[in-house]
Every structure is written in C-alpha cells, then in structure tokens.
C-alpha cells in the first residue's frame, strides 16, 4: 500500500514557516547550511551557518552565564524548565510538524518526540529539588564526611537527525536543572525544529527571568561541533550519532581532560524463545524494527528466533510487512516514513547486495518506493532477510529498516548470538518462562545498556538511564541518576572538634 497524496515542496515550506513563525522564528536566511525535507527530497530554506567567530562568541558567553547560572538555587533553575515544558505543550503540534518535515517522521512518533521532551522537563523539575548528596560515616569523632554536587559548566550537545529534538531536550533539561550552560550544535539535517526548540528555550528564559546565554544553538557543519570538542571551555561534551563519529570525539575530549557522554551506534537484537506470545511478539517487533523507517538508535535490526517457531513467527511478520502503509507521513494511515537522505537508501541498498551475496534470503520488503513520482526523496520498504550466521554486515549498524533473522536451539546459544556484535545499546526477550527472561536480565544474559522482556527494543520512557555498552559508547542520558554525569562531585570533610586526627591513625607533631 502506498499513500497517493503526497505533499508539494512548496506546501512543506509553507507549512513549516507557519509552524516557526507560531512558535516565534522568522527563518534566518542567509547562505551556508540548506534545510531540506526527506518527504520531497528537495531544499527549504538557504540558511546563515555560524562562523568561527560566532563560535567563539557563544562559547565565551555560555561561559560567562555559568558563573551566574550555577549560584542561582536549584529550584529556581527549575523554574526555567518549568516553563519550556509548558511552552512544549503550548506548541506540541508545531513542533511535531517541524520534525515531520525535517525528519520524515510519522505524526504519532513526531508527536511522541515532542511527549518525550515534556516528560524530561517534568522529570528534571522534580530533579531541581533532588540533587541529592550524601552523608558518610567518618572513621574519627567530632567529623563528618559528605558528598556535595556542583554543578559543572558549559555542556556541548552534539545530537543526531533521528531524534533531532528530544535528545537536545534530555540533555538540556537535566544541565539546566544541574546549574550547567548548554550550547548545542545539532545536526546540519535537522535545522529547522533547532531553531524552534532554541526560541522556546530563550522564551522561557526571558518569562522566569533566567540569563539567554544559559542556553546558545550554533547551526553548522562539522566544524562547530570540532570547535567545541576541542575547547577546555567546554566541560562536558554530550555526542550523539555514529560509532566513526564517537571514536573521535571521545579521544579528542579525553586529550584535553574534559568529559564526555556517548550515544553511539546499537546493533539490537531481539530473542523469541518457543513460549511467547506471538501475538505480543509480532507487533512489538514490528514496530521495534520498521518503525521510524528503522533510524532509531534503539531499532532492532537482529531477531533471534528458536528454530521451532521460525517459520510461523517468519509467516507473521512477512504478512505484517507486506501490508505496511510506506509513504506521506502526514497522511494517518502512513507508518513508514522516508529515509533521511538517498545517501542512506544506498547504504540500505549496499547492506542487501552484501548480504544476499553471503547466501541471505529476502523474504519480504526492500524495494524502493515513489521513486518516479519523488526522485529525489529515499522511500524504502522495510526488509526482512533471513541469514544463516552473523556476518561482517549483520554486525554493522545500517541506519535502515533491514530486520536480520537468525535461528538458535539453546538459550546459551541464543545469549552468545545476541552479545557478538560490537555494540551493546538496546536488547529484548520475548518469553513467558521466567527461568528464561531472569538469565537474559542477568549478568550472564544481555550485555546491552537496556534489556527488555516482552517488549520490542525501542521507545524507551525517559525515567530510566538512556545508553548502552562497548562500541555504543558507555553514556547515560535521561532519567535515572544520568544527572551525576552533568555534576561535579565534591568530598568534604567537616572537623568539628577541637583535635586534629589524622585518618588512617597516622601520627604528625
Ligand atoms: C535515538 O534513537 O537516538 O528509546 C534515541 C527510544 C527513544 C529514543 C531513541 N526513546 O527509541
């Protein structure tokens, strides 16, 4: 099925500088960075790229409104989140426009980037009074010992097309909350809904009375992001995207002695042991895998299946798949949107020719669509291939919809498939045996940053730690304690007697 009513270019750029101007953007143009749209393929607007300069400017100014920033309480801080979350709200639908535009996102997962956004904002409101320390028995009398957290400085966030909006979002609510200053260099795809989240923010700020420079966007190519890389200024770099990307940033970060907090590539896997219920089984994986046209860094890419329930879970998915709605995602019915660019519907392409090369079998999907009447634009279905082993291709993250299937006999042979990739982001079991989904939550199970059970490997609530293991990178983001990754830790030790004891019984004078 593919949706007839495809929208003009110039209905896209209308519809997105209404939604800029509702949200209070007049589009800056000027020359150095094209925001373009994946539903046609074609540019939107010519806009002004920062320069050197305006680089060093922000970062200067961040800088300054740090020192200001991390004495002002907490709560107060919070206050400022506060309110973006009601602007979020105010502008949900505006929003979520921009990001279909620019992301090619269906209107539900647009929407529901935009949710995930209010939920931070909620969830680092409740932070702002909870930056909690702790108290440590002290081994002398007369001393305590605590743990206080300050806040750390200027963050850098470097984030991704995929999720161009709410991955800003986790990481400025919770800095902001934590005392930091943020400067956000997003990706050169996704400009648009940047803007927008930026006037939010310097609307919010001017309504509670917070400094503007406490949050600064620098549109740009790669340069920006080096630039803030490589400045001492910058005190947490916070980098979302691919592995080549992250194998770069954070030895350039470490160099320097700053920090940095990675969200790289996932390779996700799913295992369906002979007791799950299909019927639970089918649509969580078929939204984990075509879901977001497969560019989720949570998509699941690789299902492990028991040989006993191969070829009737295969029949089901294959059914699923051959009736997706690929097209318009504005049109309701649409579930699979376009890809991000022609650049990735030939990555996807180039990922099949290897595979089936190796011996892999097609069984549903991988055709491109709209090619005549959007040749410009990357329309793709989503794909299932059978394969009999995990290739050098089944173990890269394509940023596609390919589902890779794979049989097993044992659970052990199972968990050894599922952890032999390089990356270790997202994971999931589907099982009604508890024996089963306790070994795959334990330590000896999933090596993954996120295990699921009975539920597919994407869309993640932001209340629990975001990010995974190996070659994805080691950072959290979101909820959960992430926000100690923001904050600098400080041991204190309080004498409050009138003797001087050293720890460790040393004697001295
Ligand atoms: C990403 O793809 O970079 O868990 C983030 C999820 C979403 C976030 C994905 N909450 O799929």
Known sequence: ?????????????GRARTALERVGVTVPEGGGLTARTPITGDPL???????????????????????????????????????LGELLRDHKSDLGDLITIEAGKIRSEALGEVQEMIDICDFAVGLSRQLYGRTIASERPGHRLAETWHPLGVVGV?????????????????????GDTVIWKPSDLTPLISLACDRLLAQAAEDVGAPRDV????????????????????????????????????PRVAARFGRS?????????????????????????????????????????????????????????????????????????TLVGPLISPAALDGMQSALTRVQAEGGKVLAGGNRRLAEALP??????????????????????TFAPILYVLTYDTLEEAIALHNDVPQGLSSSIFTRDQQEAELFLSAEGSDCGIANVNIGTSGAEI??????????????????DSWRAYMRPATNTINYSSQLALAQNVSFL
């Not at 600064?216 to 790669?222: K, T, V």
Request: glycine share 10%; charged share 25%; hydrophobic share 45%.
């Open 376 to 397: 410009r634009a990357a329309y793709a279905e989503p794909v299932i291939v059978r394969v009999d082993e995990q290739s050098e291709v089944v173990r890269e993250e």
């Open 158 to 178: 470097i984030s991704a097309f995929n999720f161009p909006a709410a991955v800003w979002s986790w990481n400025t609510a919770v800095a902001l909350a934590c």
């Open 45 to 83: 607007f010519e806009l002004a790229a920062a320069t050197p300069a305006d680089t060093e400017e922000a970062i200067a100014a961040s800088r300054a409104a740090f020192l200001t920033w991390r004495t002002t309480p907490a709560p107060r801080r919070g206050e400022l989140v506060r309110r």
């Open 215 to 250: 949050h600064r966007l620098l549109l740009g190519d790669r340069a920006v992001g080096e630039k803030l890389v490589d400045d001492p200024r910058v005190a947490l770099v916070s980098a979302t995207g691919s592995t080549r990307m992250g194998r770069e940033v954070g």
């Open 1 to 13: 099925m593919t949706s007839t009513a495809l929208p003009t270019t110039e209905d896209l750029r």
């Open 463 to 480: 209340g629990g730690a975001f990010g995974g293991e190996k070659e994805t990178g080691g950072g959290r983001e979101s909820g959960s």
């Open 261 to 333: 907090l990675l969200e790289l590539g996932g390779n996700n896997a799913a295992i369906v042991a002979p007791s799950a219920d299909l019927d639970l089984a089918v649509q969580g994986i078929v939204f984990a895998a075509a879901g977001t046209a497969g560019q989720r860094c949570t998509t699941l890419r690789r299902l492990i299946v028991h040989r006993d329930i191969a070829d009737t879970l295969i029949a089901r998915l294959t059914a699923a798949y051959n009736k997706l709605p690929i097209g318009n995602p504005f049109d309701e019915d």
